[in-house]
């Protein structure tokens, strides 16, 4: 039975590390929100702005880059954000809850339905003016957000519903990343876009010809992102499609790294143990190449990963959230929130995510499309379709390429910040009525 249980905890372990790193993350996530917010009303709200938008300069001679710091966050630390999102698809595509047909259908479909619906809500507000081209904002997920909420609904938060959300959250980021490249995309320059495409020819064929080394792979990054940013198309994409390139095979097969690592630990235990740890060479030299043999058998997908999730989580969001959330709130709240685009992604976000997800969800599994999930009753997934709603992170950043208006733009973080709060809410509400049943 114990060995059952080692078992289990070791196929389960990837994914509660995971979600306990995406739940200090969210943590950490609404202490910036909140903490921008009451900067950007402050009596330093001057401050505040003036911060993001003075200018930095790199000067490499035949390139110069001169961008606010601002835009060097939504444009250059945001693209290692999109960068993990990337991995993260090609992770779940390869081998996770969307490696098949039958796993993905149902996140697949409450994916698609949260993102149909709450586009529709918001052109229903906004179609024929100014705020139209806000129609993705109310789209995309916070799985940060909604990953801490799931935490803080405790032990009883059944496990296939996390699965679930965080299946149908990599679905909702290809959708969003589709959007951004397709429709968020402004003034084209065609010799970028080919200088870009030689360069992602160069990462297929690096991948292809099975180089694991992660510094080849980062130095051509960085001119595939160099070429996007002079593009037109947003810079970001660059981290998706970097993404994808990464090698996602071992070097050594499983049998292969135990064979070999068991013999490296029998000549560990035969070596005399009379000396210092700091002065055992000859020990040193079995644990560094069991080391090597450990890289070995993990891809560079895992390596890279794993070493730029923390980064992302603890470091680039919340600076994203501290530098995007403040907006300074000048007149009465209500009136901003009735306002048609605030409106618009405030019930798109909040009512269309819930509709959508389940509604999309219900047919595919009435239609035998898709199975449903197992100890999951109807209200905790209701619940957790409305904690889907919660659109922080991806609705600012697509909220920044779709107006170049202030007011749209402080207006449009209202309606994210608002609906946001109300679907944390009330999702944590009904979910915790689900879960006594």
Request: hydrophobic share 55%; charged share 15%; glycine share 8%.
């Amino acid at each position: 039975m114990k060995q059952n249980k080692s078992t289990i905890e070791k196929i389960l372990s990837p994914i509660q590390k995971f979600l306990h790193t995406e739940t200090s993350g969210g943590i950490i996530l609404i202490f910036f929100t909140v903490f921008a917010l009451i900067w950007a009303n402050s009596s330093y709200s001057k401050l505040y702005f003036d911060f993001w938008h003075q200018y930095i300069t790199l000067d490499f001679g035949i390139l110069k880059l001169k961008y606010s710091l601002h835009h060097w966050i939504n444009d250059g630390l945001m693209v290692i954000f999109f960068l993990v999102v990337g991995l993260e698809i090609k992770r779940e595509l390869l081998a996770g809850e969307l490696s098949s047909l039958k796993k993905a259908a149902l996140p697949i479909a409450g994916a698609i339905g949260g993102m149909i619906v709450p586009a529709f809500i918001y052109l229903i507000f906004n179609y024929g003016k100014e705020g139209m081209p806000g129609w993705g904002i109310p789209m995309a997920t916070d799985i940060a957000f909604v990953v801490g909420l799931m935490a803080l609904l405790g032990p009883k938060f059944p496990l296939p519903l996390k699965v679930f959300v965080l299946a149908l959250a990599i679905v909702d980021d290809i959708g969003a990343v589709l959007v951004i490249a397709f429709f968020y995309t402004k003034d084209i320059s065609f010799n970028a876009l080919l200088i870009a495409a030689v360069i992602l020819l160069l990462l297929i064929i690096a991948n292809r010809m099975n180089i694991r080394s992660l510094l080849v792979y980062t130095i051509l990054g960085i001119a595939l992102w160099l070429a996007f940013l002079k593009s037109g198309v947003h810079a970001t994409i660059a981290g998706v499609l970097l993404a994808f390139t990464i090698p996602a095979r071992p070097a050594i097969n499983r049998e292969k790294f135990f064979e070999e690592t068991n013999d490296l630990l029998d000549e560990f235990n035969k070596v005399e143990n009379n000396k210092h740890v700091l002065t055992d060479a000859e020990r040193l030299n079995i644990v560094f190449e069991i080391e090597k043999k450990c890289e070995r058998v993990l891809t560079p997908l895992q390596r890279l990963e794993n070493s730029l999730h923390p980064w992302v989580t603890f470091f680039i969001i919340p600076i994203f959230a501290l530098a995007n959330a403040g907006v300074e709130i000048t007149g009465n709240y209500f009136s901003y929130l009735l306002e048609p685009v605030s409106l618009g992604i405030f019930l798109g976000l909040f009512l269309g995510k819930q509709i959508g997800i389940f509604l999309f969800s219900y047919l595919a599994i009435k239609l035998n499309l898709a199975s449903p999930l197992e100890n999951v009753n109807y209200v905790k997934f209701y619940g957790a379709g409305i904690l889907c709603g919660i659109g922080f992170t991806m609705s600012l950043f697509i909220a920044t390429l779709a107006f170049d208006s202030v007011e749209l733009l402080n207006v449009s973080k209202i309606g994210i910040l608002s609906a946001s709060l109300i679907s944390g809410l009330v999702g944590y509400l009904v979910t915790k009525i689900g879960l006594r049943n």
